[in-house]
């Protein structure tokens, strides 16, 4: 009856949040409320797949559930913002009966790392994919091993886990199970010998603590590892990208022809962890690589428009090293002449004035690489002094923390803009307003 | 060429949030004064000799790495030990602090520090976060900002301390008052990250006491200027 409750007032204040553009939280906020035991009561006649990680949950959860739709079956998914506990509980309130059942064929969850032992102590869970674990949101999220411990918390819950073959902190979740699935990907054209990002979280072996040895970094500390000393190293994995081809987004999965249509180190490995977390599903793997092939990565976060006559593209970066890190690779990939503008505030959610991430983003690989470089943002100077650090000259650095004066100061500049802004989820702080 | 001898320990092992970014502020203002510095990195497993450097830099690590780090260190107590009552400049941040003091908790049991100060470290697991404004004792004219990060925190007696806390957590987990040690040329912090970068005043007294240099002429203008907007969010905090 409580449940029942739950779920219709739930619904009624969803209904109601879809006309005044509310919180996509607080249904699932007042059902937990209501009924505590709300998460627990769900039946699901189909599997529950869920996704975390510190980089690309969003992404691949989309592509997991992309994946299954087009090979017929039905789907829930959460959305990017609702991957707390009360976020799950919204998506779920919403497609369930008033008793609590789930009719889908699957159900996929992006799942915060912290919220994964709250989540799936409540819900059975099939499939349970932890894309990498990495540097993130210090003010959330300390460090991967504080992370580690509290992913460690939920992984007895999952009847099978998916772990990154090329990531030597998140694959000790695997450690004591025997049929866990592993993914990873050969060395490309952009895989570098050394790792040129500041934001390496295994230079040491994280089982013996010796120095750790690698053949080939993809991005930070992902890639081909071993440890001399206790001999812990990247294991065969089940399913492994090859002949990845940078120009046309070809490459191959287990030697079968694969495609992507955003083409970026990321990307491709992120695609192979959602092919083989269908294919642990129960999807044959050709129908997973060719579904996963029409997937249009979500532009969300992504802008292009003109300021006073210019190029302009707007990359929206959550205050992670790692998905700034990304940004910049990408950047770099693109013709000259360029700006890069930055924009970054206080800390999100929190409102401190820490600036300690950038200073594990890799912006030395700009130095040399852009014609000028923007700091806005509340934090503009503090931008300023980091850059300075990593060796750009003032002469080309233009640092403007007062948002109307932005556009004007950037007339400076030269060539296509290249703004790299620090978000929660979306352009909060009117970005694009306030250049177009 | 002046030269300036450099000792980042743990280098590898204990690393994060830029805390390295102290020993590249050292570096570049040193360049200043017309130094050329030479970075050794030592690493576990490899001796540690103290002798002969300016400046000895630890940062923050992930709390089982510092268990690592701990009985590695102690082999080196009296070496390390000597150094800091001769008055070689060090810099130790975040949980690193704890190498140097009596147990302190771990998530898999208890470790020990050199004991050269009396304090103990607890361990909670749970991450504590937050703006620190401070006054150094070398100087309470100026404010600094930092930030705290960690799971862990100070407990018992810490006698020469750094800061006088204007805003933001001590040593512990409730304002107490005073964060840091400062014991003749042993610099400590629970601030992390760039506490050098980020603090021009912190960044000239520690130079001063590596080389005996006047450096209230280095350009740290653009330093400076940030600092004076980030204190300006706190307002008039005295």
């Known amino acids: ?352 004035k820490d600036i300690s991430w950038l200073y594990d983003v890799a912006f030395e690989r700009l130095v040399g690489q852009v014609d000028w470089v923007v700091c806005s943002g509340s934090r503009a100077y503090d931008l300023a002094v980091r850059l300075e650090l990593a060796g750009f000259d003032r002469d080309h650095m233009i640092i403007e923390d007062d948002n109307s004066k932005l556009r004007e100061a950037m007339k400076r500049s030269e060539g296509t803009i290249w703004v790299l802004a620090a978000s929660a989820f979306g352009d909060e702080d009117g970005i694009l307003e306030v250049l177009r | 060429m002046k030269e300036l001898k450099i000792l980042h320990l743990y280098s590898d092992l204990l690393d994060l949030y830029g805390d390295y970014t102290n020993v590249t502020a050292v570096r570049r203002a040193a360049a200043q004064l017309g130094y050329e510095s030479a970075v050794t990195e030592v690493q576990l497993g490899e001796p540690i000799d103290p002798a002969g450097y300016d400046f000895i830099y630890i940062g923050h690590g992930k709390a089982r790495n510092l268990a690592a780090a701990a009985p590695h260190f102690r082999q080196y107590a009296d070496a390390i030990t000597a150094a800091v009552e001769n008055g070689t400049v060090f810099l130790v941040t975040g949980n690193a602090r704890f190498l140097f003091g009596g147990s302190f908790q771990t998530p898999d049991g208890e470790e020990t520090g050199i004991g050269l100060f009396p304090y103990h470290g607890t361990e909670t697991g749970k991450v504590f976060t937050g703006d620190v404004v401070s006054r150094p004792v070398f100087d309470e004219s100026v404010r600094c900002y930092g930030f705290v990060n960690r799971t862990s925190h100070l407990t018992g007696e810490n006698p020469y301390p750094l800061f006088k806390v204007l805003r933001g957590p001590g040593d512990g987990e409730t304002p107490n008052g005073t964060e840091g040690t400062l014991y003749r040329n042993f610099f400590g912090t629970w601030q992390m990250g760039p506490v050098l970068v980020r603090n021009p005043a912190l960044l000239r007294e520690v130079l001063h006491r590596i080389t005996g240099e006047d450096c209230s002429g280095l350009d740290l203008s653009l330093q400076e200027r940030a600092l004076e907007i980030t204190l300006a969010e706190f307002g008039d905090l005295q």
């Open chain 1, 1 to 352: 009856m409580r449940f029942a409750l739950a779920v219709i007032l739930g619904r009624l204040v969803r209904f109601a949040g879809k006309f005044i553009g509310r919180s996509t939280t607080l249904p699932g906020r007042i059902a937990l409320r209501l009924d505590h035991a709300f998460l627990k009561k769900m039946k699901f006649d189909g599997k529950v797949i869920a996704v975390t990680g510190s980089n690309g949950k969003t992404t691949t959860q989309n592509l997991v559930a992309h994946i299954l739709r087009e090979n017929g079956y039905t789907v829930i998914n959460n959305t990017e913002g609702s991957n707390l506990a009360a976020g799950v509980a919204t998506t779920l309130l919403e497609h369930c009966t008033l008793g609590g059942r789930v009719r889908s064929d699957f159900v996929v969850l992006e799942v915060d790392e912290r919220f994964t032992p709250i989540v799936f102590s409540q819900i059975p869970l099939d499939v349970f994919l932890v894309n990498n674990l990495l540097r993130d949101q210090v003010v959330r999220n300390g460090n991967p091993d504080i992370i580690l411990a509290k992913i460690s918390e939920a992984v007895p819950h999952a009847r099978r886990l998916v772990l990154n073959a090329d990531d030597p902190i998140s694959q000790q979740l695997g450690d004591g199970r025997s049929d866990n699935v592993t993914f990873g990907m050969a060395r490309t054209s952009r895989s570098t010998d050394t790792c040129l990002h500041l934001t390496h979280d295994a230079k040491v072996c994280p089982r013996c603590f010796g120095k750790m040895e690698y053949d080939f970094f993809h991005y930070n500390h992902i890639g081909s590892f071993h440890c001399p000393t206790c001999g812990y190293h990247t294991p065969t994995p089940d399913y492994l990208s090859d002949q990845v081809d940078f120009e046309t987004g070809d490459f191959t999965i287990n030697g079968l022809p694969a495609h992507v249509n955003y083409p970026t180190p990321f990307h491709f490995m992120n695609t192979t962890a959602a092919v083989a977390v269908c294919c642990t599903a129960g999807l044959p793997l050709e129908k997973a690589i060719a579904a996963a092939g029409t997937f249009e990565v979500s532009r969300e976060r992504y802008d292009e428009f003109n300021v006073d006559g210019r190029k302009a593209i707007l990359m929206l970066t959550k205050q992670n090293p790692v998905s700034l890190d990304q940004n910049i690779a990408y950047v770099l990939t693109k013709e000259n002449p360029k700006t890069v503008a930055l924009y970054v505030n206080n800390v999100i959610y929190t409102d401190d």
